[in-house]
């Protein structure tokens, strides 16, 4: 198996999922006694939560850029940044290590393409809804966004940082994304992509109105394609 490494922290919420989902779904391929290799720096996420400016990207982009050297200097072979609003930096961080970082909407992007999914609504946290950086991806694998419901950022944006990033999910968040995948659904969706790493924790993606594309589950079934050898980022 290969060594897979990963730039957590962002939240500690999420590195957890990945660490459960990574090696379940390698035990279920494998053996029930197998575990993931897996190489996991945890950042401190505090100071790089809802950047705003230049400088402020530029210093986060230099943070992950470490870690990726890091990462890779301890012998993984391929890796993956678990946040998605830290993609924005993402060329940064592929373009300073030697090995593959695994783009978690292009392997989004991929699955939506794979199952014939035209037309889809993307939830996350406001750069990730609202600016350029994880959307082409999607779109670049033939899929249409609705718009940003600019009526619901804010209130997922709050959700994401005042709740599930500290493991404080609430039923009231889970109300509220329930009426958003009928709204969604309303407006032509077939289907709606968690692009934030915490949403599992509010949203049943077995019990919706509208089929739910997990962007972690889908990242962490990358991960384990790569560690297992049967798949190749990019391809």
């Known amino acids: 198996m290969r060594k897979i490494g990963l730039i957590g922290g962002m939240s500690w919420v999420s590195t957890r999922t990945y660490y459960e989902t990574i090696n ?15 190489l996991i720096e945890s950042l401190d996420f505090a100071p790089l939560s809802r950047l705003s400016s230049a400088e402020e990207w530029d210093h986060a982009a230099g943070v992950l850029v470490d870690s990726a050297r890091r990462l890779e200097t301890a012998g993984a072979t391929a890796l993956l940044i678990g946040a998605n609003s830290m993609h924005k930096v993402y060329d940064r961080v592929a373009d300073a290590v030697a090995i593959p970082v695994i783009h978690i909407a292009d392997v989004v992007g991929r699955r939506l393409e794979a199952d014939g999914i035209k037309t ?13 950086f994880y959307r082409k991806r999607l779109v670049a694998h033939g899929v249409t966004l609705l718009p940003p419901a600019m009526e619901y950022v804010e209130e997922t944006d709050r959700i994401i940082y005042e709740e599930l990033m500290q493991g404080r999910p609430t039923r009231a968040a889970e109300r509220t994304f329930r009426t958003m995948m009928t709204t969604f659904g309303q407006a032509g969706a077939q289907a709606v992509v968690l692009g934030c790493t915490e949403l599992d924790m509010v949203i049943d993606v ?20 790569w560690i297992l050898g049967d798949g190749v980022p990019g391809a």
């Open 24 to 38: 379940r779904k390698v035990q279920a391929r494998t053996t029930p006694l197998t575990s993931a290799p897996l």
């Open 120 to 132: 889809v609504a993307l939830i996350g946290s406001r750069n990730v809804v609202v600016e350029g």
């Open 206 to 225: 077995d019990a919706t109105v509208l089929p739910v594309y997990d962007g972690t589950a889908i990242h962490a079934d990358a991960a384990v394609d």
